[in-house]
């Protein structure tokens, strides 16, 4: 019973192609995020979801797209891929009041690009 | 604008020792601050919160942590140190709100020694 999943968790692929990283949890939080952490362990915010809207979209390349099909699922889609989207990819959530701030993390998503 | 800094991007202790890692904010509102656990290849785990209710927070595997206004910092002790400690610990802060957004440190290193 994984709170927050995502699939794959190890992803290799060829510059230039297009990915998906699916994400989903069973906590029914209302809000879902993407964080990209660099190989030197930085964690940045990329997108968060809540009610199908997107409300944090910090500077990220227009080649990533967050996409909700429900309030359980949030995958991160991303085309051209370059060598520099090499990273460990973390789907996270959280729920509304009292407790909006606590975000539960999944295990992560290491994406190669060659 | 907020931030983290955490004070040593690798701590080395003895198993027994007493766990010290720093962490300073800096946020233009009363913050929401966390510490978190990345065990390696693994996502991130909450180890404990501070939401402006008591200023000693303790978390799960006995650690604790003391937000000092003042100070503007939120440093993470145990008393004494496991070697299943070994992992990276990111200190993060929040705004707070249905928005929030975390902005993470860029975590600490603990080894521990035998």
Known sequence: DTAVSQTPKYLVTQMGN?????????LGHDTM??????????LKIMFSYNNKELIIN????NRFSPKSPDKAHLNLHINSLELGDSAVYFCASSQEAPDT???????GTRLTVL | AQSVTQLGSHVSVS??????LRCNYSSSV???????????????????????????????NGFEAEFKKSETSFHLTKPSAHMSDAAE????VSEGGSQG???FGKGTKLSVKP
């Open chain 1, 18 to 26: 297009d990915k998906s990283i699916k994400c989903e949890q069973n």
């Open chain 1, 33 to 42: 995020y993407w964080y990209k952490q660099d190989s030197k362990k930085f």
């Open chain 1, 58 to 61: 910090e500077t990220v390349p």
């Open chain 1, 101 to 107: 701030d606590t975000q539960y993390f999944g295990p």
């Open chain 2, 15 to 20: 198993e027994g020792a007493l766990v010290l």
């Open chain 2, 30 to 60: 009363p913050p929401y601050l966390f510490w978190y656990v990345q065990y390696p290849n693994q996502g991130l785990q909450l180890l404990l919160k501070y939401t402006s209710a008591a200023t000693l927070v303790k978390g799960i």
């Open chain 2, 89 to 92: 610990y990111f200190c993060a």
């Open chain 2, 101 to 103: 957004n975390l902005i």
